[in-house]
C-alpha cells in the first residue's frame, strides 16, 4: 500500500481547484477560526508554561515543595 504523496504538477489535468479541496480548506478555516477565539493566548501562555514544567516534574515539585515548606515556617 503506497502512501498518498503531494505532487504540484497537474499531470495533464485540469489545475482548478476541486469541489473536495475547497471543502476541506473551508473546515481547516473555521478550526483556525474557532482555535483563535478569546481564549486563544492563554491557551498557548499555558502550552508554553507545560512545556517548560513537564520535563522538569521533580524539580518542579521540590521548588513547590520548599516554598510550602517556607510559607508554613513563617506563620
Known amino acids: 500500500m503506497s502512501a498518498a504523496r503531494w505532487s504540484t504538477t497537474s499531470h495533464g489535468q485540469t489545475t482548478d481547484t476541486s469541489p473536495g479541496e475547497l471543502s476541506a480548506l473551508g473546515e481547516h478555516l473555521d478550526v483556525c477560526s474557532a482555535a483563535s477565539g478569546r481564549l486563544f493566548g492563554l491557551r498557548c501562555q499555558a502550552q508554553k508554561l507545560h512545556g517548560f514544567l513537564a ?20 506563620h
Open 55 to 74: 520535563p522538569r516534574l521533580i524539580s518542579t515539585l521540590v521548588v513547590v515543595a520548599l516554598l510550602v515548606a517556607l510559607v508554613w515556617a513563617w
